[in-house]
């Protein structure tokens, strides 16, 4: 199926407060998605219904799965999450035995841990970091850890929910690059963050706000709608907001997402 | 800050035996403890010391806190010697049961000074697994205590980053009044309990994405290696204590 | 009221193998009036230097001077309360220190140590929620049921409640979407503009210490790399890439132009301000 993730009319209250309304999304499979909105507008909702820890009514398909009491276990076998404060969701006293973890519920034998603990470590170059306390770590390496233990389970999906605000841009622009390259391998990526400039990475973007979905496309389509992004509170990234800018003063004829090209249009 | 040296005392230096398998480490405590039950001599006990003031050389700890740990023992021992004189028990029983009442807590010590908790609680894992036979389900009980101890250290960060927050805002710990003291507490108290239940939220939420179950059977990845120094130590430490049952029974 | 650090030396945990010497030697003076930010990548030593500043912890050597209260390892300060009432320090996510069941009493707590009639506390809190743009309707709500920008004032305003001459913020802009960002700037420019208070932010955010400081300080591994005001010290791409610090994107632009097409333009504020730039040099 084309999409990964499919909503249909899907309802949900939480707290007597309706958060979803005949609600709709599809996402597809092998993109990498930025889900951008203010804060409250239901971003990280969305992601515990995606993953099933809570439920809703209508109908939620994940990797042609239907969601259901029976296979919401399945379906999370398919997605890795990475959460918003990387302390909270550490576990194990040691990075490697982090890794392990979900290994370790899967009841995979212990050659197989030891390889898998191995390969993610390569991938994503924490190989020295495997004996140390996780939470003695600095910032964007916890980042790293949590990012590895989401992906030590071959999941289709990977999901960040705001999982960058306590980084800087240099560490958060590492992490994007390493996802743009899973991406390249096949793995679909969803980004939840209120940061614009993350939007500079992936190739669709979805505006949220108050529960609904208040714009969705290809990245580029999206950033030239300068007004969409004022309305929902949401600043443009900086180089977006420039060049469109530019354009205005006839310096430019479109919108750039990326510095040194502009640089370039400017000055030909 | 306050980390893992605080808890347990762990004090981190190479050792023989900061290397050995916790379970070698509980195996030999365990027999130490048995030893000094069937050790009712003062010749025995000597010979006990010896062995722990070998395993303490052997550690690399400072003596300091071996020091410490006895100082802290001073009221009961005083409390046993006076005991005993009023009760008029044999000066060589009393000087037995003070050696016992040291000896323990030295050995313990040497178990907590050279093995960080969560190696403890791997050791007591496979020290207990022999009661999974009547159902007790030891691997739960262990990832629990070790899921608990791998917070102690961010607890305890929130908790400091707490009492400074509260002082910023004028709370005086240094009062004497005990309105002052409430508040104090109440300050410290709410904001902890309330971190600590979100955080057991999140945390139970990224466990349970990351399909932990309580139900399902789980691999334990860590293996601490067995070496040849465990096996030496763990055959010393159980033919000794064979020995002195052995001589305490003929006796 | 001066800020000034004389050769302050800061260890953890001295004697024992965890052993951390948090700060080497540091000699600092910050700018009275202004905003003063401090940056340098986590373990830098940044926390523990504002915790100097009212004594929350003391320093292994060297002194502290704040105004006329010297904080030393030797010294001993008279009244500590009245120190802490002249820096208020907002710490990272201010709104987990919440004890209180309603707005009034968690702002009203700052007021604990002063000794004001009823009606001269109600007008203060009043006050700082007017500062942090919130009005008295919220006096008696929950603070816990409120929404993470509306907490995170509140959590400011039972700072500025007690009215320090001197305020620091210890990562401002964590958890805040873009909307409160520009409240938060809005706040710090009123604090400094109208009420003449000496600010000093700590934050990873580049972008937002280029949009609002006058002075700033870089830290490495307990050590002062570099102070000045901000075109000497953000102004510097060289200096902050090679501390791996990232580059406010309005410098980064002008740098990237003079070093790719050998123009320069200097640099600039905000992004109105490089747009002229750009028009003007541009062919």
């Known amino acids: 199926m084309e999409n990964i993730i499919e909503f249909k009319n899907v309802n949900f209250s939480y707290k007597d407060k309706q958060i979803f309304k005949d609600f709709n999304l599809n996402i597809k499979r092998g993109s990498f998605t930025s889900i951008i909105g203010p804060n409250g507008s239901g971003k990280s909702t969305l992601m515990k219904l995606i993953v099933g820890l809570y439920k809703a009514e209508g109908e939620i398909i994940i990797d042609n799965v239907l969601m259901s009491q029976e296979t919401y276990k399945e379906i999370r076998g398919r997605i890795g999450i990475v959460f918003e404060n990387p302390d909270n969701q550490f576990v194990a006293e040691t990075v490697m035995d982090e890794l392990a973890f979900a290994l370790e519920n899967m009841n995979y034998d212990k050659k197989e841990i030891k390889e898998r603990v191995k390969e993610i470590g390569k991938l994503l170059d924490i190989e020295s970091l495997m004996e140390k306390e996780p939470h003695s770590l600095s910032g964007g390496q916890k980042e790293l850890v949590s990012l590895a233990s989401a992906l030590v389970l071959k999941p289709k999906i990977l999901i960040l929910d705001e999982a960058m605000d306590m980084i800087d841009n240099n560490r958060r622009a590492d992490v994007l690059n390493v996802l743009t390259n899973l991406n390249n391998l096949g793995l679909t990526v969803i980004n939840i963050t209120h ?27 999206l950033l030239r709608k300068e007004k969409l992004f004022k309305n929902n509170g949401l600043e443009l990234p900086f180089v977006v907001d420039l060049s469109y800018k530019l354009k205005y003063y006839g310096l430019v004829d479109d919108i750039v997402l990326n510095m040194d090209e502009l640089v370039n249009k400017v000055w030909k | 800050m306050l980390n893992n040296i605080m808890i347990g005392k762990y004090y981190p230096v190479r050792s023989y035996v900061h290397l050995m398998n916790p379970l070698s480490k509980i195996i030999c405590t365990m027999t130490f403890v048995g030893m000094c039950l069937f050790a009712n001599s003062m010749l025995m006990n000597l010979c006990l010391f010896a062995l ?14 071996f020091f410490k740990t006895i100082k802290s023992l001073r009221f009961l021992l005083l409390f046993t010697f006076i005991l005993n004189l009023i009760l008029d028990v044999y000066f060589e029983t009393t000087l037995i049961m003070m050696s016992r009442l040291i000896l323990l807590v030295l050995y313990t010590s040497i178990l907590t000074l050279t093995t960080p908790p969560s190696e403890i609680t791997y050791g007591l894992e496979k020290f207990l697994s022999p009661l999974k036979v009547f159902h007790i389900p030891v691997n739960r009980m262990a990832l629990s205590i070790s899921i608990a101890l791998r917070f102690i250290p961010t607890v305890l960060d929130e908790a400091n980053k707490i009492l400074k927050s509260q002082a910023c805002r004028g709370i005086d710990y240094n009062s004497s009044k005990i309105k002052d003291k409430l508040v104090a507490i109440k300050a410290l108290i709410v904001p902890m309990f309330i971190l600590t239940i979100k955080r057991a939220d999140t945390l139970a939420d990224a466990m349970e994405v990351r399909l932990f179950s309580i139900y399902n059977k789980r691999t334990n990845f860590r293996q601490n290696p067995w070496g040849v120094y465990d096996s030496y130590m763990v055959f010393i430490h159980v033919s000794l204590l064979v020995i002195l049952i052995v001589r305490s029974v003929m006796i | 009221m001066e800020i000034k650090y004389n050769n302050v030396t800061y260890v953890y945990n001295d004697k024992t193998p965890l052993k951390k010497v948090a700060l080497k030697n540091i000699n600092l003076t910050f700018k009275e009036g ?3 930010a401090l940056i340098g990548t986590s373990g830098s030593g940044k926390t523990t230097l504002i915790e100097l500043m009212n004594s929350l912890l003391v320093p292994t050597k060297g002194e502290v001077i704040v105004d006329k209260d010297v904080i030393s390892a030797k010294s001993r300060i008279k009244n500590i309360n009245a120190l802490r009432r002249k820096v208020g320090i907002v710490f990272q996510f201010p709104e987990e220190q919440f004890f209180n069941l309603t707005v009034k009493k968690e702002i009203e707590f700052g007021l604990i140590s002063f000794n004001y009639r009823i009606s001269e506390k109600e007008k203060r809190i009043s006050d700082a929620l007017k500062m942090v743009g919130l009005d008295d309707s919220y006096l008696e709500r929950d603070p816990f049921k409120l929404s993470n920008g509306e907490k995170r004032k509140v959590a400011i305003a039972s700072i500025l409640v007690f009215n320090p001459k001197i305020i620091v913020f210890d990562e401002p802009t964590i958890g805040l979407d873009y909307d409160s960002k520009k409240n938060l700037i809005k706040l710090i420019r009123l604090l400094k503009n109208r009420y003449n208070k000496t600010i000093i932010i700590i934050s990873h955010d580049i972008d937002f210490v280029h949009s609002i400081s006058d002075y700033v300080v870089l830290l490495d591994n307990g050590q002062v790399i570099l102070t000045g005001d901000k075109y000497d010290t953000l102004g510097n791409p060289d200096v902050l890439k090679r501390f791996n610090l990232p580059v406010p994107k309005v410098i980064e632009f002008s740098y990237k132009v003079l070093k790719n097409k050998g123009i320069k333009m200097g640099y600039r504020d905000d992004l109105n301000d490089l747009l002229k730039d750009i028009y003007r040099y541009a062919k």
């Open chain 1, 195 to 221: 940061n614009s400039e993350e939007l500079l990475f992936g190739d669709s973007i979805i505006v949220m706000n108050g529960g609904e979905i208040k714009d969705q496309g290809p990245t580029k389509e």
């Open chain 3, 34 to 36: 202004k905003v003063n």
């Open chain 2, 52 to 65: 722990a003031i070998l395993m303490i050389m052997n550690s690399h700890i400072p003596v300091k806190y």
